[in-house]
């Protein structure tokens, strides 16, 4: 049973789950919800809603210029032309990373992310470092996950600060090029669609 | 708020980021019956996703800090089923409801939440023409309401370049503080340099764009 006496000390966390459990009885019995309709909207993000959705756009792009084209021109179209598996609602923006410029995406203000194509974020991109360090020391960030790039690389960030989502098109790797679809998709990691990875094909199957 | 905790862009002292190996979706059952609680609630549309997040940016700082992610959706969420008269203090306490529910406007069945899930459109129909073009000079507002905002605090009073127009949109601002108060406004792309932001010691290889509404511009 949840403890309101002590609202603003540590067991407002610590008892979290008797918390959560206690006000979906709550809105249940009030028929303000359904469990079962809670059920399968968890699995949807469980199971059939991940970054593997955006990795076979990438993939795509990179294998079908007119594709590449769409997708930069208006994401939302594009991948909902393409016969992507989770409807995108809405606002989505495909930013190219090339020779020049490196793209990363962040939500300062709290966890913007286009959860249709690259599904629920990770804890790292909804955390105060990454959050407080990715518009000011993007470098540095990108040294946390092993990433340097070439120094007149420009890094562009991209703070979610509205309803628009982004989604990184990263540079298709050399020795690729006689790569399937498939097999493209493979190496394009969630990470790589945030700007925070590379796709590495020496580390595919 | 506007200059709450949540509003980190530029902090220091946060340390390194942490990736966590093969992460899974949900840490916990609990976290993901948070999510699917949260949007099945918010469908009845009683309040903006900006109201949603102003109850999560306006937790104490220390619970801001300490809580983990889907904690402060929970402690949000609960702020919200009080306020908006869905269940009362008595029934959090009781852990079980004490009084019948009046009808929501919407209600997710299971036959709706088996449908991939779709995010909804904030465009809305422009009451004036877009007031920038690409390629202006801008400069953001020096601002501080004590209500909700998305223009953070490491982007005011800041010159940058508006890069592209991404249509009009419900304006947080308002609808934060009241979801029928959409009060729509041209989105824009804005870059600024790393200097503008950071100084004459930043980086000179990075620059930093924000979704900035029309509002919180003045032409440069």
């Known amino acids: 049973m949840p403890d ?50 955006g990795a076979r756009l990438v993939a795509r792009a990179w294998i079908d210029p007119d594709f590449k084209a769409a997708l930069l021109k208006d994401a939302t179209a594009a ?28 939500c300062t203000l709290c966890s913007c992310y286009p959860w249709e194509v690259l599904g629920l974020p990770p804890v790292w991109y909804k955390s105060a470092p990454y959050r407080s360090r990715a518009v000011i020391d993007p470098k540095g960030v990108l040294a946390d996950f092993g990433v340097t790039l070439p120094a007149d690389t420009e890094i562009r960030i991209w703070d979610s600060t509205a309803e628009t989502r982004f989604i990184v098109v990263p540079m298709r790797p050399p020795g690729t090029e006689n790569w399937s679809e498939d097999r493209l998709s493979e190496i394009v990691t969630r990470d790589c669609m945030i700007g925070t990875g590379l796709p590495m094909p020496e580390g595919a199957r | 708020m506007s200059n709450t905790i949540h509003d980190m862009g530029g902090m220091h002292g946060f340390g390194k980021v942490e990736a966590e190996p093969n992460e899974p979706v949900f840490h916990a059952p609990w976290e993901g019956r948070v999510h699917a609680l949260q949007r099945a609630i918010g469908a ?45 203090e008595d029934e959090l306490a009781a ?7 009046t009808p929501l406007p919407n209600k997710i069945t299971p036959a709706d939440a088996a449908k991939p899930p779709i995010r909804g459109n904030f465009a809305r129909p422009a009451s004036a023409p877009a007031r920038f073009k690409p390629g202006d000079r801008v400069r953001t507002r020096e601002m501080n309401p004590a209500t909700h905002t998305r223009l953070p605090r490491y982007a005011r009073d800041k010159e940058g370049v508006v890069e592209a127009i991404r249509g009009c949109h419900v304006y947080p ?48």
């Open chain 1, 4 to 53: 309101h006496q002590h609202d603003h000390d540590h067991s407002e966390l610590s008892d979290i789950q008797l918390r959560v459990r206690a006000l979906e009885t709550i809105l249940t019995e009030k028929g303000y919800v359904d469990p079962a309709a809670l059920d399968l909207l968890v699995e949807a993000y469980e199971t059939k809603i991940g970054p593997k959705n």
């Open chain 1, 79 to 106: 991948a909902n032309a393409s016969g992507h598996f989770s409807p995108v609602g809405s606002h989505l923006i495909a930013v190219e990373n090339t020779p020049q410029t490196h793209n990363l995406v962040v």
């Open chain 2, 44 to 88: 009845a549309g009683l309040w903006s996703i900006d109201g949603g997040r102003a109850s999560i940016e306006t937790l104490p700082p220390t619970t801001y800090l300490s809580a983990s992610y889907y904690q402060k959706w929970f402690l949000g969420l609960e702020r919200r089923v009080i306020r908006y008269g869905l269940v009362g």
């Open chain 2, 95 to 101: 852990g079980h409801s004490l009084r019948a529910g």
């Open chain 2, 173 to 220: 601002d308002t609808a934060a503080l009241d979801v029928h108060n959409e009060n729509p406004q041209w989105l824009y792309t804005v870059v600024f340099t790393g200097k503008e932001l950071w100084g004459d010691e930043a980086d000179p290889a990075i620059k930093v764009s924000i979704e900035a509404f029309e509002p919180y511009l003045l032409p440069a």
